[in-house]
């Protein structure tokens, strides 16, 4: 039996200050970034040619101070998600942009349940996460903290 590929999509942040259309564009930009440096990856890849799904979220400032979304790279660099940035030589190269691959184990909450709050049954006394859904709670934790831009 052939083993199914998982779903992918391209999440990323832009700053909240930008036009609509610009969000779009820095995100566009963010992505052809990524190519480049993750464009062979076989997940990638799959989701290049199968799933083409875009989630632009809300990353707060820029600056690189104290700007939100210029945290947000430590964030995640610590949670080991591969990602790419782009800065907008426009606006005195400033980061507009940072986008990620997530597979459906983060943003699918329907098929996988990591947390007893999320659950429509009990769950056995002594149940336990693996240390790979910990992970994949705590990508999801971290996602759904910001709204879409």
């Not at 036009?19 to 799959?46: M, P, R, T, V």
């Not at 591969?82 to 940072?98: S, Y």
């Not at 997530?102 to 349940?113: F, T």
């Not at 429509?120 to 903290?145: C, M, N, V, W, Y």
Request: glycine fraction near 6%; aromatic fraction near 14%; proline fraction near 2%.
């Amino acid at each position: 039996m052939k083993k199914q590929k998982l779903k992918q999509r391209m999440y990323g942040f832009v700053p909240y200050n930008l036009s609509d259309i610009q969000k779009g564009i820095q995100f566009g930009h963010a992505c052809i970034e990524y190519q480049l440096k993750h464009g062979k990856n076989a997940d990638y890849l799959d989701w290049a040619k199968r799933d083409k799904t875009f989630i632009i979220l809300n990353g707060g400032t820029t600056n690189d101070v104290s700007g939100t979304i210029n945290a947000l790279q430590k964030d995640l660099k610590s949670m080991g998600i591969k990602f790419a940035t782009f800065r907008e030589p426009d606006l005195n190269n400033a980061l507009t942009g940072i986008v990620f691959l997530l597979d459906e184990r983060v943003w699918d909450r329907e098929r996988y349940i990591y947390a007893q709050e999320e659950t429509p049954f009990e769950i056995e006394e002594g149940f336990s996460l693996t240390k790979e859904e910990k992970r994949f709670k705590a990508i999801r934790d971290f996602i759904f903290s910001f709204r879409l831009a």
